[in-house]
């Protein structure tokens, strides 16, 4: 599993990185104003049609179907099933996104009532140019799941480094041609999906032998099991996988910029979420779910114990990363062009505020996988459907009461809400002990390293905008204290994550 979590550390490494330059881009061309929030709430109906289609939980549906005929040592089994499912699932898609983009202006006008009513067409053009693509998503997470179970992680990881090329390169060319608005970046993340998303992963597909194979059922018997998995992941939505719907839909009630301000910090948070938390997860559900498979719960207890205390201990120094140097961070990413120093000021906090969540991101991404790869989809659908329904007056007071602030501290407390009753729940049949200590250990040492980081920061930069040379000694000066202080406490609390990690990365080594 260490091989596959490094391939897919760093393709999420390389994918958050072009994340984070379309940003820039973004921010460089459209800043902190109301076109930038059009780009932003333009998302959000296509995003939300891709989570009622289970489309972000295809991939941990779909591993355990192929992964029970690939044990079985029945390729041509798996891909009857793989036909199946992606004839129902495509065709499915294809009416939804239909339907959806003729009803896109009722829609929209009715989920963003603060928009100005006047550009309300430019966003619901918008919305239809990138519809579509949730079309071509969905059909990717189908191919990326064969590539999964086969333990392949190379071709998939290059489908989000496609779709990033491709956005920045949209807007790149509506800025050359005199018109840097939405729609370049729009049309570039349309033909991101089709080529990224589609057309790289068949390609990645057919080359472990996977193909369409004629004279399946209609309802072949891939399709209720399917569903059977799905259903519960399709009627009930987690306000983990809505909290980038949210950040849109409730960012409006701010100020103007405040969607795209949110949206920048956030997008900064997520880099080390990926990279930590998200790479976790992937790269250890379809070895969760091959031992499963193969009846050995005591292995699987044990991996998920591991892949928690490895990746919280990681998320833990990412955290105070973020915490504590989020000034500088916001000034050196952003602040060029159309993003000014205000602009600054204001983000710099929303990604203090979202760096808490970092470690919680990254047990929540290993203990929902732990129970999809039991196949237990009905608990974290169940936890994170009632967290939804909690989550939905908290971000409406804290974006009502205090604008793109409330709205932040009000993801990170639905995020800790949901990853606490799933890992309590977890817990239930397997220990919490090192579990627990690893947490205590890993906010041991990540306040006084947040606080010195963030400390070095005042005194440097004095709270605002400084010089890029200012700003750059203030982010490598802040770092390497943030690092030398976590890791000297977890050395001083004799903490096993070092150990752990040192083995992980000679694991991970290339032999030679």
Known sequence: MGRAALVVSVGILASRVLGFVREVVLAALLGRS?????????????????????????TITFVPIVSRYLAAGDAAGANRAFTGVMRFVGGLMLVVTVVTMAAAQPLTRRLFPDIPADRLPELVTLVRVILPAQFFFVLGSLLMAVQYAHRRFLIPTLAP??????????????????DPSPAGFMWGALVGAVIGNFAVQWWGASRLGVRLESG????????????????????????VALDEV???????????????????????????????????????????????????????RA????????????????????????????????????FTGADTVLVAPLLAIYGLS??????????????????RMWLPVVVGTGTTAVAVPMYLYGARSVGAPGVAWASVAVMAIYTFV???????QAPLGEVGATGARTMAAGVPAAAAGWALSRQLMGGEPASTATALVTLV???????????GILRLLGAPELSMLRRRLREQAPEG
């Open 246 to 300: 949210f950040l849109r839909v409730f960012g409006q009630f701010g100020g103007t910029g405040d969607i795209a301000g949110l949206n920048y910090a956030r997008r900064v948070n997520m880099v080390p979420v990926g990279v930590i938390a998200q790479a976790a997860g992937v790269a250890s559900y379809p070895f969760l779910a091959g031992l499963f498979a193969e009846g050995r719960i005591t292995a699987m």
């Open 422 to 428: 799933v890992g309590w729940w977890w817990h239930r």
């Open 34 to 58: 109301l076109e930038a929030d059009l780009y932003q709430a333009a998302f959000t109906i296509p995003d939300f049609l891709f989570f009622l289609m289970a489309g972000g939980y295809l």
């Open 358 to 375: 970092i470690p919680l991101w990254a047990a929540h991404q290993v203990y929902t996988r732990a129970f999809y790869a039991q196949r």
């Open 161 to 178: 480094l496609i779709y990033n090329v491709a956005i920045i390169v949209g807007g790149l060319a509506s800025a050359a041609l005199g």
């Open 477 to 487: 000066g802040g770092g390497l204290l943030i690092v030398a202080v976590y890791i």
């Open 303 to 338: 991996t998920v114990t591991r892949a928690l205390r490895s990746s919280v201990a990681v998320a833990g120094l990412g955290a105070a990363g973020a915490i504590g140097l989020a000034l500088p961070i916001i000034q050196l990413g952003y602040q060029r062009g159309e």
């Open 216 to 239: 399946v059922p209609l309802l072949h018997e891939s399709v209720p099991e399917y569903l059977t998995l799905a259903f519960p992941l399709m009627i009930g939505q987690s306000a």
